[in-house]
């Protein structure tokens, strides 16, 4: 308020910010989606060498039926999210992503980048609660995904209103 901005400062229509910015939030939400994919690619690999290592019982905690099933339906719901957001990146240069679409490929993957680095975050065991290993701090850093360029329950809002329910 009560600021002075000269004329060759302004950029675009001082009233329009508002506009401004719903504009760009396809964008935005589409630009989350890729980093929740990189991120849950990420965490899967860290998780993946962790595994690899660790002896539990006298064998690598990768043998356990338990840790390959996990690992096998991150890798899966990986690959899906990969497709899709891939999709979307095609329709946004042809300038056709919706709203709506962005709003579902936020929503897939930043709850999926949840349930990768929690999973991860288990299956290295106590080391998976301690900043010295990545998957911790992947942890933490993932959770703001489900909350910032609006959270999982607005993207279900802008879902279900294209859905005309
Ligand atoms: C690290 C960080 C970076 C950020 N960066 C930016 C940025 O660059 N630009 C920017 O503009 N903002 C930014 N934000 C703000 C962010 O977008 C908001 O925090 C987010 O949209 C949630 O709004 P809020 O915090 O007001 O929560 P609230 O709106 O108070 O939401 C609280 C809870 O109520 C739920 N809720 C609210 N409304 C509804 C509804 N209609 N139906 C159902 N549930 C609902 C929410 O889903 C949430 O669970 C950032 C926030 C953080 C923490």
Redesign the pocket.
Known sequence: NEVKVPKENLLGDATGGFYYLMNMLAQERLTNACGAVAGAEAALQVTIDYVRERKAFDRPISHFQNTRFKLAEMRTQIDVAQVFVDRCVMDHNQKKLTPEVAAEAKLFTTELLGRVVDEGVQLHGGWGYMWEYPICKMYANAR?QR????????MK?IISRGMKL
Not at 147 to 154: L, P, Q, Y
């Open positions: 703001i909350i910032f360029a609006g959270t999982s329950e607005i809002e």
